[in-house]
């Protein structure tokens, strides 16, 4: 069997990202809640099967708006 590499987000980069998402006035108001839900379980897989890892390295390349939606994970 082969087996493809595929590229896939860092977590520590996409909850953030997806809670910031949650939080625009332009994003439709029926994907508002998923993005956030979305945001929180990752973060939390993140915290509970990576604790290696960092939130604050994956932010250094986020602008300010993505970095502050920590508070809303919790992290």
Known sequence: MMCEAFHVPDPCAFA???AWLSQQPTRDPLKKPRDL???RAVAQLVREQMPHSSFEE???SLHGDVRAMLVLLEV
Request: charged fraction near 10%; aromatic fraction near 0%; glycine fraction near 0%.
């Open 16 to 18: 953030p990202h997806k």
């Open 37 to 39: 839900a979305q945001a």
């Open 58 to 60: 994956a932010l250094t």
